[in-house]
């Protein structure tokens, strides 16, 4: 599929890596201070461009497509690594655009690359601005705000838990809105509160299906547990790599960072992909009853996402770091798109002020 026209003032460009040839977008001076742009699952670099040409005078706009997505290389994610792979590459863009350090803005599921990252890269950091960010603990399969696993092979998170209509649907390019799971209708009735509507609906589509899909793809391999929902974690693709069997010690060294960049965390008041409910994590559906055989709470409660942020991000306070939490009301998993306005007024004031 062709790469949608950018919006007046956005460059796009492709950057060739040692790992892979990444898809890029770029706006601002060359000389203006870089802020590096990390979209989340079922999106691409494109969801950025209006934030990107809001910047304030003197910043400089970045956001590849991550890998897996958009227009970039179509490569492998490692599982196994966590993040890694994702930082990798981002450490080897800025290294190709001669960036030393950067403020850092992560969505959804981008956010948890900016965690591993401020771990590994210490100083490289300016500032991190987490968007509706998945916890630290990962995608599904963890109780209680200490993120302890469910269960020992960590069952209920994984690619294997992931709708499989919906991967279908995007393999074959749906763009239709005749059912729940269509692509389009997972974007309007998940990403933004009703009654909003994208004004770049066709964009944002177009960008959300060139996301790879696949076994070793998205949502990724999976393997058989004696445990509900009888299936944990596989190797290959982004929704294992979410899964806390690969990221055990990111909250540790995220907390314990020789140098911890000020966080800003916005997210929607009416949030159900991230939530400590989230339609999204396969034991709130059971608990709702749309997933058969659910044990209980005491066996299988739904994720306290917002809790397990809240507590990790408070930690990393008291361990010599700094972060604000800022609820944007009546908007769902996008509050950048839905209300930029007020995005922008948290975001442009805390990246002046880092």
Known sequence: MDIPQPL?????RFVE?????????????????PVIFLHGNFSAALYFEELMLA????????APDMRGYGWTEDKLIDATRGYCDWVDDLVELMDALQVEKTHLVGWSAGCGTIYRFIADHPGRA???????????YGFGGTRGIEGTPVFADFAGSGGGVVNQDFVARITKQDRSADDPNSPRNIINTFYYAAPFRAAREEDFLAAALMEKTGIDRYPGD?????NWPMVAPGVFGP?????????????????KADQKPPVLWIRGSHDLIVADNSMFDIAALGKLGY???????????????????RDVLQKYAA???????HVILNTAHSPHIEKPEEFNALFHDFIKNA
């Open 8 to 12: 007046p003032g956005i460059i796009s």
């Open 17 to 33: 890596t040692p790992r892979l040839t990444q898809h890029v977008l770029i706006s601002g001076a060359p000389d203006g201070v």
């Open 55 to 62: 910047l304030p005078a003197g910043f400089r706009g970045i």
């Open 126 to 136: 300016l500032s991190a601005t987490l968007i509706c960010p998945v916890s630290p």
């Open 222 to 226: 999976a393997t058989t547990s004696a």
């Open 239 to 255: 929704v294992n790599a979410w899964s806390l069997k690969y990221h055990r010690n990111d909250v540790d060294d995220l907390i």
């Open 291 to 309: 997933v058969p055989g659910w044990p209980g709470d005491e066996v299988a409660p739904p994720q306290p996402m917002i809790q397990q942020t």
């Open 319 to 325: 361990n010599g770091g700094s972060f604000a939490e």
